[in-house]
Structures are given as structure tokens and as C-alpha cells.
């Protein structure tokens, strides 16, 4: 059942002076995009149009037959954290880089806006990434290694951080590799509050037991799409859904892409429609910085319905631009 602390009683509740707004833990990765022909595509023996998991090796290997790319810091945990950053708010992430080029890159993008980065690089192996080809047809195929990002154990987290924050938040991508979903855990064994994205339905699939258990025993605000919440209620109804996943959790947040997004709490149940986006180019990155936008609006004591809009307003910014790090000139990055 939901944890009962003090402080958690209502998204309007009141602040208690924490140090840090939230702590996001999760994979650190670079987005390497580059312009790509499609015999490139065939001498690879990739699918056009598809995403994949890659080891190291054939990453490196596809990385050298790119040519010049552009290095785009992602990350879904690091994405939001970014985010609260640029609302405003103050946020640290851990993850972990390796000691290369990639891995400077995401140390700095991260840095640059003001989120807090401390976790030593590793000293061998590579940073991850998700290696994006782009054809003439402007499909793209996308190749992703996690190289060091899943190697992120217990002895790399700072517990003094963790408990300084008024919330630490944890994607779920990291409950595949072992020595990270310790590391996930172990987060949420000491954190004040926890907050929680589901991050892929086959992955709650995979783990449904272990992570049905893991949020009745730490979670205090859950972040899922639809098909997330499904999977994770074991329905394909979505309001019996909610019912159970509301037994594990204070609150429930449920997005719906253009049909705008549902929460769960104890402010009662609201609905909230999309921000309105004049055009959509890129949904990369948009359920990242709605968690942004709600965990920000948390910590400033919105309540639910405001919670639910700056998120919708954070995540209809990102999908208007080409990457899933968000521009600080844009509404409503810039109003801060």
C-alpha cells in the first residue's frame, strides 16, 4: 500500500525544504544522428526504420561506418531531469558515462543547463549510445548500446544526495541490467519519495511480479502510457487498470499522447487534454519531460490538474523540435 510519510499527503502539499527538487537516476546515453545512404543500410543488414539492441562491438563498428554524426545527449531519466532544471526547479542526475569522447559530451550537455553530475566515468569500456541512421527518405534506423550506463551499481550512489531530494526518480529501462536495477533499489530504499516511470510494456511484461512488488513497496507516484498501465494491471480495460495500479501507489499518472493525460491521487481523479502543438516533429522524449513538467509543478505545490498541465506543456515543447532535450527558449522553458 502507499507509504504514509510525512509531506505526501496531496500533490499541494507543502514543501520540506529539501536540497535538491529531484534526483533522477537512469541510463546516460548519446543520440548520434547522421545522414546516411541507403546502401549503407544494406551493407550493414539493417532494417530500415526499426530500433535494436546492439553489443558494444557492432555499435562501435556501425559508429565508424556513419561517417560525421551529431551528438544529441538523451537518456530518459537524464531527459527529465533536465527539464526540472530548465522549469526552474534544481535536479542532479546519476548514471555513468566511460572516459571517451561520448561520454565528455553528455558530461557537458547535462552540466551546461545546471543539473548536477558526479559519478566518476568508468574507466573502460564505452558510454552508451543510440546510434541513428537517417536515409534520404528521412527514415530512421536506430542501433542502441548501453555500453557502461547499465553498470551503474549500489557503491556508485550518493546516499546523502538521494536523501536530500524531494524526489528521486527512477526510469524504468534500468530494471533490465542486474548490477542497475540494484542500484535502482537501493535508490528507493533510502529516498524521502519516490517517483517511477514504467518506461516500455514488455519490460513490465518481463518483469510484472518484481515490478508490481517494487511499487507497492517504495513507489509513491507511478508515471505510465497507456499500454504501461495496462500491462501492469494485467486488463486491456484502462479504468480497471488504474484500479488496481491505485492500490500500490499515492498517485497514478497515466499518459495518453493527443488524448492528454489522467492522474490518479489523492486530490481526486482529473483528466487534462494535450497542450495544443502546431506541429508535431518528433515524439522522442515527450513522456520524459511530461514527468519533468508534473515532478516541477509538484515541488512548487501545484495540485493535481496543474501538475498534469505543465507537464502536458513541457512534453507538447519537446515534440515541436527535432531531439528529446528540450529548447530553453520555448514556452515553457523560457517563462522561468
Not at 548519446?30 to 553489443?55: F, N, S, Y
Not at 555513468?96 to 565528455?104: E, F, P, T
Not at 499522447?257 to 492522474?263: F, M, Q, R
Request: overall charge negative; proline content about 4%.
Amino acid at each position: 500500500m502507499p507509504r504514509s510519510d510525512d509531506g505526501r499527503a496531496g500533490l499541494g502539499g507543502p514543501r520540506r525544504g529539501n536540497q535538491v527538487d529531484v534526483v533522477a537516476v537512469g541510463n546516460a546515453i548519446v543520440d548520434v544522428l547522421a545522414h546516411t545512404p541507403e546502401d549503407v543500410i544494406t551493407q550493414q543488414a539493417l532494417v530500415k526504420g526499426t530500433m535494436r539492441l546492439v553489443e558494444a562491438d557492432e555499435a562501435e563498428r556501425l559508429y565508424a561506418a556513419m561517417g560525421p554524426g551529431t551528438e544529441m545527449s538523451g537518456g530518459a531519466a537524464a531527459n527529465t531531469a533536465v527539464g526540472v532544471a530548465l522549469l526552474g526547479g534544481t535536479a542532479h542526475f546519476v548514471g555513468k558515462v566511460a572516459d571517451d569522447q561520448l561520454g565528455k559530451v553528455f558530461t557537458h550537455d547535462i552540466r551546461a543547463v545546471g543539473v548536477g553530475f558526479d559519478v566518476p566515468p568508468a574507466g573502460s569500456g564505452s558510454t552508451g549510445r543510440c546510434l541513428v541512421m537517417v536515409t534520404p527518405d528521412a527514415q530512421r534506423t536506430m542501433s542502441t548500446s548501453l555500453g557502461v550506463a547499465g553498470d551503474l551499481g549500489p557503491e556508485d550512489l550518493d546516499e546523502e544526495l538521494l536523501r536530500s531530494a524531494e524526489w528521486v526518480f527512477l526510469e524504468g529501462y534500468f530494471w533490465d541490467p542486474p548490477r542497475a536495477r540494484a542500484a535502482l533499489i537501493e535508490s528507493a530504499r533510502v529516498a524521502a519519495a519516490v517517483a517511477f516511470s514504467l518506461s516500455d510494456p514488455l519490460l513490465v511484461g518481463r518483469h510484472h511480479e518484481e515490478i508490481w512488488d517494487f511499487c507497492e513497496a517504495h513507489v509513491d507516484l507511478l508515471f505510465g502510457n497507456e499500454d504501461e498501465v495496462l500491462a501492469l494491471g494485467g486488463t486491456d480495460d484502462l479504468a480497471e487498470a488504474i484500479g488496481k495500479v491505485r492500490q500500490l501507489c499515492e498517485t497514478v499518472v497515466v499518459t495518453r499522447s493527443e488524448k492528454g493525460s489522467l492522474v490518479a491521487s489523492s486530490d481526486g481523479d482529473v483528466e487534462v487534454p494535450a497542450a495544443a502543438v502546431s506541429d508535431v516533429v518528433d515524439t522522442t522524449g515527450a513522456g520524459d519531460l511530461y514527468a519533468a513538467g508534473f515532478l516541477a509543478g509538484r515541488c512548487r505545490g501545484l495540485d493535481a490538474r496543474g501538475c498534469a498541465r505543465l507537464g502536458g506543456e513541457a512534453a507538447a515543447a519537446v515534440i515541436a523540435q527535432i531531439g528529446a532535450r528540450p529548447d530553453s527558449s520555448v514556452s515553457p522553458f523560457s517563462r522561468q
